[in-house]
């Protein structure tokens, strides 16, 4: 009955958890939030998880009930993202294994999300839809392997409506992307963007570039409203990923489709792929915010299984990696 | 004793009034064990620079002048350097500081060798790259880290930990 302690800071979410046999005992997470109109750097948000990172700690043992005799393995995200704030989180949870004498593990970031998910929908063996500011990928497991059937050519989803949301100013409180889904629900008119899947994979730099130069003209001519270019925005992209994700489960024969990463609570996201998996006699999973969105149970559940299945990771061999692909880890732990 | 920003500083005396090895402008180092690596002289500062070049001289010709041969290369210039001595409340702090900077993974390829040596409750760090701004950021992400570590340390381990054993009174 092994509890895990995960650590998550790749971004600007920084989260501990603690996870017990498929139960998530605890879970506080705060996110670092910059004015409108920019986004976070490496070195203030590195700077943010270093002044919050060890009272999320003892809260999460607190809401877990724990002590540190109570706890079997450290688990920590080694990648991907940015630097800075994940050696930040990444010393810490050195530090607590070191003085607590426990294993140390250091877990790929998207696997979290897809072990998260696997965990809290009860999904078999789903075609995977990850999306989130940092990572774009259609993911399926094959012979040990979280295979990468098609991702974003240039930047991620999530990255696309953030900085859309930096050229209309739009707040990141909560996050860009929740007030882009709310100002879309008020979008009327559909404005024509450019949309590229190329096979399997998208690109989003080129709708990007297109929005940020046309939005100022076309709003100040009044041909549409902030409203209509958030709905057009989010249309287009996701239909995107509708396209590859539904590609992918032909291609696999999948009857199930999970979606995972802070773009995945986007309820206009969950809705056209219901559709399209409804259309194919699939099922859809996806989780709400609280694992949607970068937490530390994530890490400590990808922990779980990894420390059940035997990996460990030397002090020695501890470090953080910005670019650490999600095919790259052997998942010994499923068939 | 810390500065604002919780960085450990090095005080002028420990608790029994005696002045704390390496302070400012006086070489040494304290002598214990050693992490990666050999130690060296603990003077704090930085050192070192390109060294001059030479030119090679040809031995003297028949009317006893040695006139100047091709141009030496020009040696390789010594590495900088920047030493620093932290003291932590307690022995058993400097130790697990010590085993964790040693432990830790280093970026590759090395462009700053780290040496690292604990006696006591004083931690000696002599950070050395021939690149004055590689050396700079090394130096600036090792007080975060060290930073972040002590007050970790400070946060999870036991009161005890940090009292300082008094000498027993003699006669």
């Not at chain 1, 989180?89 to 696997?118: D, F, S, Y």
């Not at chain 1, 500011?133 to 979280?146: F, P």
């Amino acid at each position: 009955m092994p509890t895990v302690l995960g650590f998550e800071g790749s971004a600007n979410k920084i989260g501990v958890g603690v996870v017990r046999d498929g139960a998530v005992l605890a879970n506080p997470r705060r996110t670092y939030v910059t004015p409108p109109g920019t986004g976070f750097l490496p070195g203030d948000t590195a700077r943010h998880h270093r002044a919050v990172v060890l009272d999320l700690l003892q809260e999460a043992l607190t809401e877990a009930g724990l002590t540190s005799q109570d706890i079997d393995c450290i688990a920590y995200t080694k990648g991907p993202g940015m630097g800075a704030p994940l050696v930040s989180v990444a010393v810490v949870a050195r530090t607590v294994a070191q003085l607590w004498n426990k294993p140390l593990l250091g877990v790929n970031h998207c696997i979290g999300h897809i072990e998260m998910g696997r965990l809290i929908t009860g999904a078999t063996s789903p075609t995977v839809l990850y999306v989130s500011g940092g990572n774009t990928q259609v993911i399926a497991y094959s012979e040990h392997r979280y295979r990468i059937f098609g991702e974003t050519i240039d930047i991620a989803v999530g990255n696309c409506l953030d900085r859309f949301a930096r050229v209309l100013k739009i707040s990141n409180d909560p996050s860009p992307g929740y007030n882009i889904e709310q100002m879309a629900k008020r979008g009327k008119k559909l404005v024509d963007l450019p949309y590229t899947v190329k096979g399997m994979d998208v690109s989003f730099s080129g709708i990007l570039s297109f929005i940020e130069d046309v939005a100022q003209r076309m709003l100040a001519t009044g041909e549409c409203t902030p409203e209509d270019l958030c709905f057009s925005l989010q249309e287009t992209v996701f239909a995107m990923l509708v396209e590859i994700t539904e590609r992918a489960m032909a291609h696999c024969g999948s009857q199930e489709a999970l979606i995972v990463g802070g773009v995945g609570c986007n309820m206009r996201l969950q809705e056209m792929m219901e559709t399209m998996c409804q259309e194919r006699g699939a099922r859809l999973f996806a989780t709400d915010e609280r694992f949607c969105i970068d937490n530390g149970a994530m890490i400590a559940q990808a922990g779980w299984e990894m420390f059940r299945a035997g990996h460990r990771t030397p002090l020695s061999e501890s470090g953080v990696t910005q670019r650490y692909r999600t095919d790259e880890v052997e998942v010994t732990w499923r068939d | 004793m810390e500065d604002d920003d919780g960085i450990p500083g090095r005080g002028a005396e420990d608790g029994e009034g005696q002045a704390i090895p390496g302070d400012p402008g006086i070489p040494d180092r304290p002598g214990g064990h050693e992490g990666p690596g050999r130690g060296g002289s603990g003077e704090a500062g930085a050192e070192g620079g390109p060294a001059q070049g030479a030119q090679a001289l040809n031995a003297p010709g028949p009317d006893g002048i040695a006139l100047p041969g091709p141009m030496a290369i020009n040696p390789r210039p010594e590495p900088l350097q920047f030493s620093f001595i932290v003291p932590f409340r307690s022995p058993v702090e400097a130790e697990i500081a010590w085993e964790y900077l040693a432990q830790r993974p280093q970026p590759q390829p090395v462009v700053v060798e780290q040496e690292l040596a604990v006696s006591d409750n004083l931690l000696s760090i002599r950070l050395s790259s021939e690149d004055p701004a590689q050396l700079l950021t090394t130096f600036i992400t090792f007080l975060h880290e060290l930073t972040l570590l002590i007050q970790t340390m400070q946060r999870l381990l036991p009161p005890y930990f940090f009292l300082t054993p008094r000498p027993e009174k003699g006669g």
